[in-house]
Each structure stands twice: as structure tokens, then as C-alpha cells.
């Protein structure tokens, strides 16, 4: 008798925990409908009710107007807006617990992986339900959050990428800003050593900075591969991505090598005053499009800047996309709202009310606006016909002018069952490249994780 | 005392304990059963579990990545835990000297553990900067070349387990607590046989204080071996990505990818359970090794 009672109270909670941990769940998948019709009609109407959102800060002028845009347009929804970005362990568990928000902003990168585990929903039925229209946001948008052949999220954001410079520095050491190009490796190596200075073993000044590890991806396009192909396997070791690899290595030991080239990189103050390119501690890089709105406050403290388009070694522009996309996760309990919520956030009329909001806060300011970077190619030639007058600054007008003109050219690392894994292999890769692992060794070790990953989440 | 009335209390004794069982069997024990079932399933938090076995485990040990985890989490509690029981024991010996305003550096001492672990983990990645910190500006003055704390391969773990010892005042309200219970007399009797303060400290104050020494000793080993907080900081978080390298990834960070970046919770789970079976041997190998040289007061030997 002892020993039965014993058995059950060991049983017990083991069973009911597994329960809990959500061992067996799989509500979203329950919840199946039984044609296509049906599936539509269930995500179209009017939305009502409450729902919640994730991973979307929105505390600025252009994602409060564009809140207050969904309110204005659905006064029977209760929204809350959950501070903070997006957090994988907070968004997971979320799930686990059956207790999910109903619409969550990430970024575009994570879609593949969210979406082959089966965490987050397809969104035929709401695009078709709602009458989006696809075809307004940006084809490589739309790519990077399409997979096996349905889309799993909205696009909202666009990220590219330029090389941004320091003209005055370029013009102290007598360097045309037409020598920072990426199309000729060997002279954009040479340039860079000029730019180089140290004292001692203490850096002064980074030359160019190819931004290891993070730009790897773009630098293996401008060599002319995809370390993700179409079907979102991993070509990690491609010998035109190992090249990449092994070149821009050379530029950061060419300057200074790893370990103190990262130190002193990580002594910026990016988003402050000090920033590298204002100070002069760094002449080049490749960057993203929102960095010229932190610049822009540095110009009363001297900063020249200057840009320069990223081209493949044949010429052509090259940046790759980034940026978040809406997704709505499996058993959120209202996905009218939340479906009605990521058309109307990603409109061309909200991101309109978005920079009006900006062009306000930037008169105020006494200030300029440097653009809005969407993913809706629509809101974006309108946004840039009606509110973006010519910069005061030339420098600033011409980086702007770039970052747009390399929209429509940008595209994403394509999306993979296995894309965190892949992300993290080749991270690591280039950390180990870095700090003196031959890169075909690395990036060999590197393709045979992101492989075997891939292979277990495509099964 | 009758029986009914050592039944009464016995009940009071369960009613009291009571609380704590709860809290234990929902918030530990059983968290700890559900992971164990879980490290033989492939969960992925999103979908059905399925059992697999001991696969997992099997996993466990062809993983390449598994072997350098564990092996810089090793060197770094090997760093750790003698360092902060020197430091922990040198900060208690000396406000254990101190007279006045006792109670301030008791105070100042163990704010830094109040300090959340993602702020010293931040504000040490400015203090060891390689190129601009303020630890080889200091070196630089007595002509020492620092090295690249946290970006040199060589370096990343000894700049973690010294980011750590931050955190070292809860040991030295331990160590400082033991260190006023050694009685006087056993002082003044070394003194009367001639002992100096050295001898004193290693044949007077040690012994005495050996318990808490080995009980510091194994809650910092444990610490170390379970390091998240200021790795994950340092090496792994969304402004340090490029520091993320082969010496920098310890067990706790790699579970925790395996567990929310990878989907892979069922192999999480086996991760954790391979960890506290190496900190339960671990913890045992100490406690028969401690036991020979701790003195316990009132014990036989």
C-alpha cells in the first residue's frame, strides 16, 4: 500500500508538469479549417475585442502615429502594446504556456525558423481575408518572409546598407572618396593601410572597417554568392565565401589584427556625440541606413560625411535587406485584430501619418528629416516625393540618396528551417577566422553544423 | 512528553514546514522532474513532444561543441573559485579590523552583489577595454602593456572570472560573520606561546573558520559552473555579437541557445541534466575531500 502511494506521488506531478511544459500541445494545429474558403472568411470581418502586441518599441512620433492609426481605424480593438523588442525566451515561453500575444514584430531573419517549427502561423488566409495588398511591399521583403511557398509575416522596415565616411579625414590624407568602393579588393586594401593609423600598439584610427562578423553575408554577395540558397540550405564554404572570408581578415589584420582592432572598435560611443566617424577614430564602413538620423545631431560638432554605394566586384549595387516583419503566432486568440493590425501598421496611408509625425518633431527640432525606410515600396516613393527636400547638408543629401537608391537593388539572406543555427555557425566561424583559424578550415567546420542543423529541421 | 502531545507537535512542525514543501515540489523539484522527462523527447517548446529515447544523450557526447563549452566552463571556475575566496577572505579580514563605521563598508562591500549582473558586465567590458580602459591606463603608468581583455582568446576567461569577483560580498558577510565568532581566548593563548599573526591566521583563525571557507568554496563552485549572466553579457548580447567566439562560450550560454534560439528544449533539458550530475560529483568529491581538513565545532574529531 506504502509503496503504491509512493508511485503516485512521484507520478503525479511528473505527468501534470509535463503538461504544463506543454508536452502534447499543439493547439494551433487543432485548430485547422476545413476548407479555403472557410479559412478566409475566418480571418476577414471587421475586428473586435482585445489583443496584444510583442517586440514592437514604437515609442518614437512614427510608431505612436501609426498605434494611433490602427486605433482611429478599429475603435472596438483594446489594444495593448507591450513595451521592449522582441525576446525570443519571453516570446517562447509565451507560447509554451498557451498565453501567446497576438501579433509580434521580428526580425525578418528569424521568420524561417519560426516558421519550419511551426510557431508562428501562414498567412494566406489573412492576406486574402483582408484584402492586403502583397505586391506593395518590396519583392525581396516579401521573399525573406516566405516559406515553402506561403508568407509568414508582413514586412514593415527596410535596412540597407552603404559605406558611410569621414570626409574630412579622406581630405587630410588626400584620398578621393571614389577610392572607398569594394569593387577593386586590392586597391580598397591599399586605401585602407593609408588610412590606418596606431601609436605603437595602440589603434588611432581604423582605416576601413569591413565590420566583421556581421557584414560576412554581404561581403560573400559582393564576391557573388548567397551563403543561404534559395531552398535555405547553407553554402557556407562556398570557395567564393571562404575568398570573403580570407580577404576582409586581411584588411582587419592589416590593421592592427583582431583582437585590438575589436578593442578599440568597441571604445565607441556610436550613438553619442563622440561617435567614431565625428571623432575621427574611424574613416569608413559599411552601414546601415538609420545611422544617418543619429549622425545627423553631430554636424554643429564638425562632422563631414560622405557615402559611397557597395557594389559587387563587377560594379553593380549591392546591400542586403533587413528589417522586421509582423508575424501572428500560433493559437493567437485573435487574429482578425492581429491580421487587421499588421495591414494597417504597414499601409501606405499609416507610414504617410508616420512621417508626417517625423516632419514634425524634425521643424521643431529645427533639424531635417533623412528619410523613412519601409518595406512598402508605395509609401516609400511617396514619403520621399512629398516630405524629403533636399538635405542642407551635401554630405547627408548624397548618404540619403544612396540608402534609397539601393533599396530596390538589396536583397535578404534567403530564409532556412535552420536559419538561427546557420546564423550562429557562421558567426562563429568568423570568430574563429579572426582570430587565426584559416578560413577555409573554419568555414568548412562551420558548414558541416549549419548542415547537419539544416538537415534535422527540414526533415 | 506524551504521545499526544509529540503528535500535536509533530503536526505544527509539518504545518509550519509546510510552505516551504509546497514552494520546493512546484518551483524545484518539480521543474527539475518535468526536465528530466523532457531531456529524453525532442520538445521544441512550439510542438509535440516525442520521445527519443536517450538520444539526446547520445548527442551529448559526439557534440564538438559540448566538449569546448564544458572545458571553458572548467577553466573558469578553476580561475573563479580560488580567486574569490582570497578576495572574499582578504575583504573580511580587513573589515574585520575596522572600528569605526563598521556598518558603512559592510554596506559598501556587499552593494556590488545588489548590482544587477548585465550592468557589471557592461560597465567592466568599458573598464577592460583593451585599447582604452581604465585597467591598462593604469597598468600603462608603471609600464606594463595590458593585454586585450575581452577580445583576446587567452584573456576572455580571466576577464570573466574577474568580472565576477564584483559580486564577492556575499561571501565576505559569511567569512566576516565566522571570523567574529573565533574566540578570543584561543587568540590570547597563541599569543602567550609566542605565536605571531601569521601563525595566529593559519593556526587559529583558518581552522575556525574552515567551515565557512568549504561552504563558500562549493556555493562558488556551483555558481561557476552554472556562469550565465555576465558571459551571455559580455560575449553574447545583441551589441556583443562579435565577440561571440569558441573561448567565450560556457555550458549555461550554449543551453540557453539550444533551449530559445535552436528549438531544441528536449536537448536542453538532457544539457542541464548532464550539468548537475558533473556538480553533484563535483559537490561530493569536495565534501569528502573538505571533510578531512574543516573543523566542525562539538564534532568527535
Known amino acids: 500500500m506504502a509503496t503504491t502511494w509512493r508511485r503516485w506521488l512521484v507520478v503525479v506531478p511528473v505527468v501534470a508538469l509535463a503538461g504544463c511544459a506543454g508536452v502534447g500541445g499543439n493547439r494551433g494545429r487543432d485548430e485547422v479549417v476545413s476548407s479555403k474558403d472557410d479559412a478566409q472568411s475566418s480571418w476577414a470581418g471587421r475586428a473586435t475585442g482585445s489583443m496584444t502586441t510583442m517586440g514592437f518599441g514604437g515609442e518614437d512620433e512614427v510608431g505612436q502615429s501609426r498605434v494611433q492609426a490602427f486605433k482611429t481605424a478599429n475603435p472596438d480593438v483594446d489594444v495593448t502594446v507591450n513595451p521592449g523588442g522582441f525576446d525570443a525566451q519571453q516570446f517562447l515561453t509565451a507560447l509554451a504556456s498557451g498565453n501567446p500575444p497576438d501579433v509580434v514584430s521580428m526580425d525578418r531573419t528569424l521568420i524561417g525558423s519560426y516558421a519550419a517549427k511551426g510557431a508562428i502561423q501562414p498567412l494566406d488566409d489573412c492576406i486574402a481575408g483582408q484584402g492586403i495588398d502583397a505586391s506593395q511591399y518590396r519583392p525581396a521583403a516579401m521573399r525573406s518572409v516566405t516559406y515553402d511557398g506561403h508568407p509568414y509575416g508582413i514586412p514593415e522596415f527596410s535596412i540597407v546598407q552603404t559605406d558611410l565616411v569621414d570626409a574630412k579625414t579622406l581630405e587630410a590624407e588626400g584620398v578621393d572618396p571614389s577610392q572607398i568602393q569594394t569593387r577593386d579588393w586590392d586597391a580598397l586594401a591599399a586605401t585602407a593601410t593609408k588610412l590606418y593609423r596606431a601609436d605603437g600598439s595602440n589603434i588611432q584610427r581604423i582605416g576601413f572597417d569591413p565590420k566583421l562578423p556581421d557584414s560576412f553575408p554581404l561581403w560573400a554577395k559582393i564576391n557573388g554568392v548567397d551563403i543561404v540558397g534559395e531552398d535555405g540550405a547553407p553554402h557556407l564554404d562556398d570557395p567564393k565565401a571562404v575568398e570573403a572570408l580570407e580577404y576582409t581578415v586581411g584588411l582587419v589584420e592589416a590593421q592592427g589584427g583582431w583582437t585590438k582592432f575589436k578593442?578599440?572598435?568597441?571604445?565607441?560611443?556610436?550613438?553619442?556625440?563622440?561617435?567614431?566617424?565625428?571623432?575621427?577614430?574611424?574613416?569608413?564602413?559599411?552601414?546601415?541606413?538609420?545611422?544617418?538620423?543619429?549622425?545627423?545631431?553631430?554636424?554643429?560638432?564638425?562632422?563631414?560625411?560622405?557615402?559611397?554605394?557597395?557594389?559587387?566586384?563587377?560594379?553593380?549595387?549591392?546591400?542586403?535587406?533587413?528589417?522586421?516583419?509582423?508575424?501572428?503566432?500560433?493559437?493567437?486568440?485573435?487574429?482578425?485584430?492581429?491580421?487587421?493590425?499588421?495591414?494597417?501598421?504597414?499601409?501606405?496611408?499609416?507610414?504617410?501619418?508616420?512621417?508626417?509625425?517625423?516632419?514634425?518633431?524634425?521643424?521643431?527640432?529645427?533639424?531635417?528629416?533623412?528619410?523613412?525606410?519601409?518595406?512598402?515600396?508605395?509609401?516609400?516613393?511617396q514619403i520621399r516625393e512629398q516630405y524629403l527636400t533636399q538635405a542642407p547638408d551635401p554630405g547627408f543629401a548624397h548618404a540619403i540618396d544612396n540608402y534609397y537608391s539601393v533599396l530596390d537593388k538589396a536583397t535578404a539572406v534567403n530564409p532556412s528551417p535552420a536559419g538561427a543555427e546557420i546564423d550562429a555557425a557562421w558567426q562563429s566561424a568568423v570568430s574563429r577566422a579572426l582570430e587565426g583559424i584559416p578560413a577555409a578550415q573554419a568555414l568548412q567546420q562551420a558548414q558541416g553544423e549549419a548542415e547537419s542543423a539544416y538537415e534535422k529541421a527540414a526533415r | 512528553m506524551s504521545g499526544r502531545l509529540q503528535r500535536q507537535e509533530t503536526r505544527a512542525a509539518f504545518g509550519f514546514i509546510s510552505p516551504w514543501v509546497v514552494g520546493f515540489l512546484l518551483f524545484t523539484a518539480g521543474p527539475m522532474v518535468a526536465s528530466l522527462v523532457l531531456s529524453f523527447t525532442d520538445y521544441s517548446i512550439v510542438d509535440t513532444a516525442h520521445g527519443v529515447g536517450l538520444a539526446n544523450y547520445r548527442e551529448l557526447a559526439e557534440d564538438p561543441r559540448v566538449r569546448t563549452a564544458l572545458t571553458n566552463t572548467v577553466v573558469y571556475a578553476l580561475l573563479y573559485v580560488p580567486a574569490a575566496t582570497v578576495v572574499a577572505l582578504g575583504l573580511a579580514l580587513l573589515l574585520h579590523r575596522v572600528g569605526r563605521a563598521a556598518g558603512f563598508f559592510r554596506t559598501a562591500f556587499y552593494l556590488p552583489v545588489m548590482t544587477p549582473a548585465v550592468a557589471a558586465g557592461a560597465m567592466f567590458l568599458l573598464l577592460l577595454n583593451g585599447q582604452r580602459g581604465l585597467l591598462n591606463e593604469v597598468l600603462g603608468w608603471f609600464g606594463v602593456q595590458g593585454p586585450s581583455w575581452t577580445t583576446d582568446p587567452t584573456w576572455m576567461k580571466p576577464s570573466l572570472a574577474v568580472v565576477s569577483l564584483w559580486a564577492v560580498g556575499g561571501s565576505v558577510v559569511i567569512y566576516l560573520a565566522a571570523l567574529k565568532n573565533v574566540p578570543v581566548a584561543l587568540h590570547e593563548a597563541a599569543m602567550l606561546d609566542g605565536a605571531g599573526p601569521v601563525r595566529r591566521f593559519w593556526h587559529v583563525t583558518v581552522p575556525m573558520i574552515s567551515g565557512a571557507i568549504f561552504f563558500g568554496v562549493v556555493t562558488h563552485t556551483i555558481a561557476a559552473l552554472q556562469m550565465f549572466d555576465q558571459a551571455y553579457t559580455m560575449f553574447y548580447g545583441p551589441q556583443q555579437k562579435a565577440s561571440a567566439s569558441d573561448s567565450s562560450l560556457v555550458y549555461m550560454v550554449y543551453l540557453f541557445q539550444n533551449a530559445f534560439q535552436y528549438f531544441r528544449m528536449g536537448y536542453a533539458s538532457a544539457l542541464a541534466w548532464l550539468l548537475f550530475v558533473i556538480i553533484l560529483v563535483v559537490t561530493v568529491v569536495q565534501v569528502r575531500i573538505g571533510n578531512r581538513f574543516v573543523h566542525y565545532e562539538g564534532s568527535r574529531s
Open chain 1, 263 to 381: 578593442s578599440f572598435r568597441d571604445s565607441f560611443d556610436i550613438f553619442g556625440a563622440d561617435n567614431p566617424l565625428t571623432l575621427g577614430t574611424i574613416t569608413a564602413f559599411p552601414m546601415e541606413n538609420w545611422y544617418v538620423n543619429v549622425l545627423r545631431d553631430s554636424i554643429p560638432r564638425g562632422l563631414e560625411l560622405e557615402s559611397e554605394i557597395i557594389t559587387d566586384r563587377q560594379g553593380q549595387p549591392v546591400s542586403m535587406l533587413g528589417g522586421s516583419a509582423w508575424v501572428i503566432p500560433k493559437g493567437a486568440k485573435n487574429p482578425v485584430a492581429a491580421c487587421q493590425w499588421a495591414k494597417t501598421m504597414t499601409s501606405t496611408d499609416t507610414w504617410m501619418k508616420a512621417a508626417e509625425a517625423r516632419m514634425q518633431t524634425v521643424e521643431k527640432d529645427k533639424s531635417f528629416f533623412t528619410g523613412l525606410f519601409t518595406a512598402n515600396t508605395e509609401a516609400d516613393e
